[in-house]
């Protein structure tokens, strides 16, 4: 009987995120979730001193929105699917 339980949990995909809701938002289910969404915070915390040249106006942004392009793509890959009711 265990194993067969056992089986069937290790079968089942691990979700990070949880299915979204209000316009998409996906809070975090697991320790990885977590993880990943302040390893992205302190990504865009830590490239404040760096992206503070008036030579380079749109690097900031640049950096920007590609950690949030990134972010919403693992979000997207590692969460549970949309549930159309």
Do not use: N
């Not at 069937?8 to 995120?17: F, L, Q, S």
């Not at 209000?22 to 990943?36: K, S």
């Amino acid at each position: 009987m265990r194993d067969r339980v056992r089986r069937r949990d290790e079968d089942e995909p691990r979700y990070w995120y949880a299915a979204p809701y209000a316009w998409g938002y996906r809070p975090a289910i697991t320790w990885e979730g977590w993880a990943l969404d302040m390893a992205i915070l302190l990504a865009c915390i830590a490239m404040g001193p760096y992206v503070r040249q008036d030579a380079h106006p749109f690097r900031s942004l640049g950096l920007f929105f590609g950690l949030l392009a990134l972010g919403l793509a693992i979000r997207r890959w590692k969460g549970e699917p949309y549930s159309r009711d």
